[in-house]
């Protein structure tokens, strides 16, 4: 249905409508305060603004009391021109207040998103600039809890800033006008304000520390789940999702637990709250009357006192509140610091001119690869085949394998993986359709179809309902066979036609018919570059230019196929197949 | 310049639309029902149905949090109460007023509604949070009765994403929303009872307002969750993006689709945002109403007081008072709106949760399996209509055979292993084994007949003897050595820092690929049924390791029967029976030598992989 994807012609005129940003920048990564300040300082105008709406409704609810009194003073007083004055600014202040409530939330709320969206497309950014490196630093568990938890908690510690500047200057607003009308209990009320607060202060730690712990068993209980999501398909075929679940129940009465602490803390917090700001209450009370009753001050100006002295928690609340969150704004910002100072496993040089046409040498195992040849690596393990693979595609220990004389990490990443392309041995699918498997950058030597029909796959076209190349492929290719997602993944290699192209067993998960179709057009296919391909089989064999066969992580011997097969007894063992 | 940050050629076919222009509805086709991809999402009405239940099963509860939070409200009136009549005494009789009496009894009443609050909200959070751990429980009990099939189609972005980010949304919702909800109710009803003692007049002032709000969130509510829905949905989408790139690392990197996948991510976050723009403009409209709605009865109060006080039907301290609660109205009202809407949030998340219970049943047709025979009849199966993928399988397996199936990719074996296993029943004929339709046992009852491994691995987070007794809690220590033997992986266990007690999987110990096969066919040995289903579980071992492991493992399940699903004709050279599947038909049946004399598709296969031809 392609009105789904028709634009929406009218996009309403938010603070926020200029991200996701083309650029987000790079952060200041040195210390946790260092990126809270990088983030504020980058969308000041809106926090700025934000400050300034929460004020402005600040003080509409500050001067709220004021009003009240002298509208009932003028009620006391008969006075109804008075009356009609005070009655009416108190609808016009409703108004002006509506409005600038309105207009912080969509400060706040743009303030978070701000912050969020630059702190995901950052994480984005570096996930992307660490690429193969990323899932053996960082479990993606973790990735996913930084991007969305702590950065999450981050940018609530903005949204809460335009209150927070509002309630200061609402605070020191009402405390000057409470001790201009009268000095003692002004003074009173202004002295005990903060006293309150610092009464308070002592339990945030505790509270935080709860509420810390009480997160960590959370996730506890969370990656607990995770695991039994993915592992949903082996215990689908073998059972135990009952000692799974036992397992997680204990966990999630964990959390239980630790929550129910929390709440105690939190509501004693809430009790604190309640009882301070009413002993200040009952003090103005007390004062007041006996200011009235020797008549020093009148029953509206009382009446205001007892609003200011009750509005003034409001304040008290919002600098709490902010605290809480700021502190945990910082935790969290570390976390993403430690995720964003995650350092690749190798350290790249700037040189972008690389030949192909050299001899690709891994120094550890003695290996070497002519330009131009098919070459086939036999091993005895495939842990060691892997392992090989990765150093020749300089995904590990690059500084030890040679392109022609120089080490591969004198040249800049992306001219390595242009020139050499190395294809591990579960390739992933990445979701999107059949099509999009092929937009990526290739030689443009070699047709989609010629790719498709080397890796002889063309059949998994037909097995898709006639959606063909718009057929859409799930996540990891699930839908997919492990023999149809192997060729799809051979498809594309092929396709890619880099100038070095090396193969981690590339035809484990099909049947020999298939293998030797592949077998018999890989070398028409890529001929004129250089190939690699890790495998045992005899049908790749047949086809090989020159064989290596690795032994303990060495190469121990090299010829054709036939040679080392004639010669060599355990090169026989390797590759026989059958009995 | 806008909009054009959200290429839509960089989402998913199967992601949300942007949200729609000012009036109009959001209507199904914004990909909320497409479940033929995506996990079920509940109704709006089961969703409430749901809540509704949840409240009546915990009202017990929530009476009591009423009527501690009445004591506590009950208690907060007293205060303006009292500081109204002081102020109409100190209006009317200044000289004989008792201050020291009203600070009292409002110090007595402070005291008593701080310790109520306090129980109250104490209260509130256990019942909160019980309520909340069995939800998630029951969503994580479900969840592992999933169809596979299902499941795969969602992908486990989506249901890891339920699992996490809907399990947190719900958490504060169900933890705050519901308590908080039923204070400020009782909080709000008897501020107005206070205020109808006070002077009967004022209800109906402080009401004034009622038609402005109740017309501001009916609007508001009518868009809103499914606009939280969505919004909610789209930010999964983000990160099933992210998941992809964090797991599939390796391969954008050897593409250099780091680009395209930054371009992706902001695609996503993008549509997301303009979620979040949506529901913005929704507040936007909805805010303004409340607040003014808030401060406007003050004025009225004022204006009918005087009307009154002039007439002498009314004190200045009733007035007072009116005004105190109108104010404490305030508070609640606000707290009852605001949670509303977040209700709304994990309104959404709570269908996504529940949206797993709409997942069809499997189908039960309980019987006793009497022998341990396999027997397929005229199995046909296909994952769409009109496409089989299986079509129409006979066939006959004697207890303690030794099965192989061999064929050309995608020809249907894997297919064939799951209905064999019982994982899904055929879309028509029969596969039996004992003479029960296995496809449509209880699960229980289907393991303990039959289990499948395929190439598929997963090492749990926990202990590799948790690992490994999944299917057997009470195995003990030897048995799982034993089993360990079995599969040639008792070396390098021993080498573990703790042996079977060392921590494995995310966070523990390197468990590489071809172990974590040998832990699944251990597992399969401590498993023990008599029937077992083997789908490439030795493909990632070399070809001396795997069968050498096959070997060690036959003589363990000597007497079994074995159904193997290989690529390595080796398996089939061993077994008793070779099946051939192509093209969803069994076109060979018989043992290696019979099929060899046979010269058919067997035997070329056979040939062309031992490299003959």
Request: net charge neutral; hydrophobic share 45%.
């Amino acid at each position: 249905m392609p009105s789904q994807l028709r634009r929406n012609q009218r996009v309403p005129i938010t603070p926020f409508d200029h991200v996701p940003f083309r650029d987000p920048g790079i952060p200041s990564t040195t210390t946790a305060w260092g990126l809270l300040y990088w983030i504020a300082r980058n969308q000041l105008r809106i926090i700025a603004t934000g400050s300034v709406y929460g004020i402005l409704g600040t003080i509409c609810l500050a001067v709220l009391p004021g009003l009240l009194g002298r509208a009932i003073q003028a009620i006391s007083d008969h006075d109804n021109a008075a009356l009609n004055r005070w009655a009416f600014t108190i609808i016009g202040l409703g108004v002006v207040q509506a409005f600038f409530g309105v207009m912080r939330h969509r400060r706040a709320a743009g303030s978070w998103l701000i912050a969020a969206t630059r702190l995901k497309q950052i994480i984005a950014r570096k996930a992307s600039a660490l690429g193969a490196d990323l899932p053996r630093l960082v479990a993606t568990g973790e990735v996913v809890s930084v991007n969305n938890n702590d950065v999450e908690r981050m940018a609530r510690g903005f949204d809460n800033i335009p209150r927070l500047i509002g309630a200061v200057i609402s605070f020191i607003y009402v405390s000057i006008l409470l001790i201009s009308s009268s000095r003692s209990i002004g003074i009173l009320v202004v002295i005990c304000v903060p006293l309150m607060s610092l009464a308070i202060a002592p339990i945030i730690k505790p509270l935080q520390e709860r509420e810390a712990e009480q997160r960590r068993r959370l996730s506890v209980a969370t990656n607990l789940a995770a695991d039994t999501v993915a592992g949903l398909r082996v215990l689908r075929g073998i059972g135990g999702e009952e000692a799974f679940i036992a397992r997680f129940k204990n966990a999630s009465q964990e959390v239980r637990a630790a929550a129910v602490l929390t709440a105690r803390m939190r509501s004693l917090l809430q009790a604190l709250q309640i009882v301070l700001p009413g002993v200040l209450v009952l003090v103005v009370i007390y004062f007041g009357g006996h200011l009235v009753v020797n008549n020093k001050m009148d029953i509206g100006a009382l009446l205001s006192f007892y609003g200011y002295s009750a509005f003034l928690v409001l304040p008290i609340k919002v600098i709490l509140e902010t605290a809480q969150r700021m502190t945990a704004a910082y935790v969290s910002a570390g976390r993403v610091i430690h995720l964003l100072s995650v350092q690749p496993i190798n350290q790249w040089g700037a040189n972008e001119q690389v030949d192909a046409n050299s001899v690709l040498r891994d120094a550890e195992s003695g290996v070497e690869i002519r330009p131009r040849e098919l070459l086939v690596v036999v091993s005895e393990s495939p842990l060691i085949a892997d392992d090989l693979c990765d150093r020749l595609g300089g995904y590990v220990g690059a500084d030890d394998v040679f392109l022609g004389s120089e080490p591969l990490t004198i040249f800049s990443r992306s001219a390595v993986r242009k020139t050499i392309f190395v294809q591990e041995k579960e390739p992933s699918i990445l979701s999107g359709t059949i099509g999009s498997i092929f937009e990526v950058s290739h030689s443009g030597r070699i047709t989609i179809e010629a790719a498709m029909e080397a890796a002889s796959a063309g059949d998994i076209l037909d097995s898709l309902d006639g959606e063909g190349m718009s057929a859409e492929v799930v996540e990891r290719g699930r839908t997919l066979s492990g023999g149809q997602r192997q060729r799809l993944a051979l498809a594309r290699t092929l396709f890619v036609d880099a100038p070095i192209a090396i193969l981690d067993d590339p035809t484990s998960a099909v049947d020999a018919h298939t293998e030797s179709r592949i077998a018999s057009r890989l070398g028409e296919i890529r001929k004129g570059m250089t190939t690699v391909v890790f495998t045992n089989s005899p049908l790749i064999l047949d086809h090989a230019d020159r064989v290596i066969l690795l032994l303990e992580g060495k190469a121990f011997a090299e010829g054709t196929h036939e040679e080392l097969f004639a010669t060599l007894e355990i090169y026989r063992e390797l590759v026989t197949r059958g009995a | 310049m806008k909009g054009k940050l959200v290429n839509p050629a960089y989402l998913p076919p199967s992601a949300f639309a942007s949200p729609p222009p000012r009036k109009q509805f959001i209507s199904k086709v914004f990909g909320l029902e497409r479940s033929s991809s995506r996990l079920p999402i509940a109704s709006i009405k089961t969703v409430n149905r749901e809540m509704f239940a949840l409240i009546k099963k915990h009202r017990t509860g929530f009476l009591m949090v009423a009527v501690l939070q009445f004591v506590t409200v009950v208690c907060s009136l007293i205060i303006p109460r009292e500081f109204g009549n002081l102020l109409g005494q100190l209006g009317s009789d200044p000289l004989h007023v008792n201050i020291t009496g009203t600070v009292e009894i409002a110090g007595i009443a402070l005291v008593v509604q701080t310790l109520f609050s306090y129980w109250t909200k104490v209260k509130a959070a256990v019942l909160g949070e019980f309520v909340l751990s069995s939800l998630r429980e029951r969503f994580l009990e479900r969840v592992v009765e999933l169809p596979p099939n299902v499941v795969e189609r969602a992908g486990s972005g989506e249901l890891l994403s339920r699992t996490t980010t809907d399990i947190d949304h719900i958490t504060w919702a169900v933890r705050d929303a519901f308590p908080i909800i039923t204070i400020c109710l009782v909080e709000i009803g008897s501020i107005l009872i206070a205020i109808a003692f006070t002077a009967p007049i004022f209800i109906a002032v402080v009401l004034v307002a009622t038609p402005l709000i109740a017309v501001a969130t009916f609007r508001y509510l009518r868009k809103s969750p499914q606009a939280y829905r969505v919004e909610s949905s789209s930010y999964a989408l983000m990160n099933s993006v992210l998941v992809e790139s964090a797991e599939s690392g390796r391969t954008i990197e050897a593409l250099q689709l780091g680009d395209n996948r930054i371009e992706r991510s902001d695609a996503a976050l993008g549509r997301w945002l303009e979620w979040e723009r949506y529901t913005l403009r929704l507040r936007t409209e909805w805010f303004p109403a409340l607040e003014f709605s808030f401060i406007f009865p003050l004025s009225v109060v004022l204006f009918v007081g005087a009307h009154y006080f002039q007439d002498g039907r009314i004190t200045i301290a009733q007035i007072t008072t009116a005004l105190l609660y109108s104010q404490m109205l305030i508070n609640p009202l606000e707290g009852l709106l605001m949670w509303v809407d977040e209700l709304q949030g994990g309104k959404a998340s709570l269908s996504r949760l529940l949206g797993v219970h709409d997942v069809e049943e499997r189908e039960i047709k309980d019987s006793d399996p009497l022998g341990f025979e396999v027997v397929g009849k005229d199995v046909a199966f296909g994952y769409k209509k009109g496409r089989d993928v299986l079509k129409g399988l006979t066939f006959l397996i004697e207890p303690g055979t030794r099965v192989a199936i061999v064929g050309p990719s995608g020809a249907g074996k894997s297919t064939l292993g799951k209905l064999l296993a019982g994982i899904q029943p055929p879309t028509s004929g029969q596969v039996t084994i004992g003479g029960s339709e296995i496809g449509f046992l209880e699960v229980e009852k289907v393991r303990s007949h039959v289990a499948l491994v395929t190439q598929e691995h997963h090492i749990f987070v926990g202990t590799l003897r948790e690992n490994l007794i999944l299917a057997r809690p009470t195995a003990s220590n030897e048995e799982v050595w034993s089993a360990l033997e079995a599969v040639d992986a008792d070396g390098w266990a021993r080498a573990l820092p703790e042996g079977i007690e060392t921590l494995v999987g995310t966070g523990g110990s390197r468990i590489l690929p071809p172990q974590a096969q040998q832990v699944a066919l251990a597992r399969l040995v401590l498993a023990d049924p008599h029937t077992l289903i083997l789908d490439e579980a030795t493909s990632l071992l070399d070809q001396r390791a795997a069968r050498h492991l096959e070997s060690s493992l036959s003589a363990v399940l000597e007497g079994r029967t074995v159904i193997a699903i290989a690529h390595r004709l080796q398996t089939a050279h061993d077994a008793d029976i070779i099946a051939v599947i192509e093209d969803g038909l069994i076109t060979e049946w018989g043992s290696h030598d019979e099929l060899m004399a046979a010269h058919g598709p067997y035997s070329d296969l056979w040939r062309s992989w031992r490299d003959e031809s």
